[in-house]
């Protein structure tokens, strides 16, 4: 499960001051001085009761007109600084259980019920309310292909809160969790550690039930734009998704390239035989997914 982080310190530091600590020590989650240096400035943010409410009410007093490109809001993220070298600081909103904007949003927009793992690590802290519950689990990411339905090794961990003043780090390709609900509204705040090859990382969902691989839920503008590109027809895109789709070092966008490019057979025979072909591409991910779709097609 994620590694919890016992620090003790009453100090209190600004937004802006936590953030030039990092710039200027970097975030490394694997180097313990980077990790525990993160931490501490996590941690004195954290003592800060009131940046973030205060930070809220500036931006929406002055309609987001100025930093527009330091602060991104989405409907539960909040980006709270620019990416200076390998991270930057993020709040997240978890609404509970009794909450109309839960009852009336559903609980897919925040990732609730659904187990996953994570493609990047990163610190979090529990900054306001009880906190949401996760069932943790852990996995060998090193022994999965990736396929959809493939058997996964789920080492079941139990159930912990992210309660105040609670420090965690999420280990990318590890750890694995099943958020549910908060008891009442909740904020975490992140150091997210930003990896310059995270559009080929692939992050998984699980069926924890089952034990299996249920999906690949990383995919990005890459994948969306070659699809679109194949769809449209011309010469040049085709050669290119037929060389993604032969030698492309992510199986993740061979995959995503064959597809583009069976989606052009009409004829079943000729996308069973695609199919057949790709089931001899040497990637053990590519297979079984061509696998699955000859049968979906019988």
Known sequence: ??????????????????????ATRGFDPMD???????????RRLGNNATFLGDLLVENLTHRHREDADRQSYGPQSIVLSDHRGNCFLRANIWPGAQDHLLA???????????????????LTLGYFGPGYWSDYYEYDYSEVCGWQGEPVRLKSLGRQRLEP?????????????????????SVSVNIMHANPALGWLDQYRFDVEKGTLAAIVSHGSTDAFLRVAVAMGGAEALDLAETFAARHPSDRMRLT??????????????????????????SRMVAAEAKARRAALA
């Open 32 to 42: 313990e001085e980077s990790l525990q240096h993160g931490a501490l400035w996590l």
């Open 1 to 22: 499960m994620p590694r919890v982080i016992a620090l003790a310190d009453e100090a209190k530091c600004s937004l802006a001051e936590c953030a030039d600590a990092l």
């Open 165 to 185: 003043g609670k420090l965690m780090l999420y280990r990318a390709h590890r750890d694995v969790h099943r958020q549910l609900p908060a008891d009442a509204l």
């Open 104 to 122: 009336a949003s559903g609980r897919s927009p925040f990732l609730y019920d659904m187990p996953h793992d994570h493609n990047f690590h990163f």
């Open 257 to 282: 390239a064959s597809d583009a490019l069976a989606s052009r057979l009409t004829d079943v025979a000729e996308r069973d035989a695609f199919w057949a072909r790709a089931e001899t591409s040497g």
